[in-house]
């Protein structure tokens, strides 16, 4: 079972990204998503997840209102959609699979991280 997490990259404060989340081998419409992230010198903590059956998401209340967590079951890919970014956002981002939490030990599968850097 492998995640692949994808999309970031280098944005100016108040732009935009999107990350990917896409899995081989397995279906991800099978499982909740959750996202994590990890600044420099700082504990991971939890940004997103969304359910398997999409009918709950939760957000942190840093991001909540500006990221959107989705599901494209198509490209068995979830999405996290990145608004109004801050230089506090900057972080490695993991999205992990199996449920929908806030905790990081409910999670079995975890993807390779990938950064977003976002410049003041």
């Known amino acids: 079972v492998q995640l692949q997490a994808s999309g970031g990259g280098l944005v100016q404060a108040g732009g935009s990204l999107r990350l990917s989340c896409a899995a081989s081998?397995?279906?991800?419409?099978?499982?909740?998503i959750g996202w994590f992230r990890q600044a420099p010198g700082k504990e991971r903590e939890w940004v997103s997840c969304?359910?398997?059956?999409?009918?709950?998401?939760g957000y942190a209340a840093s991001v909540k209102g500006r990221f959107t967590i989705s599901r494209d079951s198509a490209k068995n890919t979830v999405y996290l959609q990145m608004n109004s970014l801050r230089p506090e956002d900057s972080a490695v981002y993991y999205c992990?699979?199996?449920?929908?939490?806030?905790?990081?030990?409910?999670?079995?599968?975890w993807g390779q991280g990938t950064l977003v850097t976002v410049s003041s």
């Open positions: 081998e397995f279906a991800l419409d099978f499982y909740g």
């Open positions: 969304i359910s398997r059956s999409e009918d709950s998401a």
């Open positions: 992990a699979a199996n449920t929908c939490s806030s905790h990081a030990e409910m999670y079995n599968y």
